[in-house]
């Protein structure tokens, strides 16, 4: 059925790659996950539904998080759409959308080139003193910006509470003024 070298690319694509790839063509998952229209990424359409009825059916799992993250192991990356960080309904779903330079529509052959991202590895029990630092460092000057702008917020919030009472005096003294003209009209034409 398959020639040789098809056999060998086959065999070197990691199972996770060759069943997203196989799920993403398959016509039945293609109201929860599909290819773009250009072919050079996918989309996840409601992934509530898509880890219910459709994981479950490749892998043995229904998490959406531990395919996200096998995704991310393998170099796939989330293309931001325009609406996010914008307010949205409650039945507004979000569509996620993942991209690698090596997952197209009709080139498998390029799923052999897609490789697993290699952990850095670090002797155990060996703490990195200088990023331990460096963090803290990064925290205080977070830390101090934080407070400088909390500072910054507390001047103006007294700022605009003196200006709100200013006006509130203004307000009533010319609301005297007013009844007193009112007064004395109601006076003279009363």
Not at 28 to 40: F, T, V
Not at 104 to 123: E, T
Not at 131 to 139: L, R
Request: with cysteine.
């Amino acid at each position: 059925m398959y020639s040789d070298e098809s056999r060998v690319s086959r065999r070197v694509v990691p199972a996770f790659l060759q069943k997203l790839y196989e799920m993403v063509n398959d016509p039945s998952n293609q109201g929860l996950i599909r290819w773009s229209d250009a072919g050079d990424s996918f989309y996840v359409l409601d992934h509530e539904r898509f880890a219910r009825e459709v994981l479950g059916r490749w892998f043995k799992h229904q998490n959406f998080s531990s395919f996200v993250r096998q995704l991310n192991m393998y170099g796939f990356h989330k293309i931001p759409h325009l609406q996010q960080g914008v307010l949205k309904s409650e039945s507004d779903t979000e569509h996620w959308n993942f991209e690698h330079p090596s997952f197209r529509r009709g080139q498998p052959d390029l799923l052999c080139l897609i490789q697993r991202k290699k952990q850095a590895a670090q002797p155990t029990g060996v703490l990195d003193v200088s990023s331990i630092v460096n963090g803290i460092a990064a925290v205080k000057r977070h830390q101090a910006t934080i407070s400088s702008e909390l500072s910054e917020l507390k001047a103006s919030n007294e700022h605009l509470w003196q200006e709100a009472l200013a006006a509130r005096e203004r307000h009533k003294k010319h609301q005297d003024t007013i009844n007193r003209i009112l007064k004395f009209l109601a006076g003279v034409f009363g």
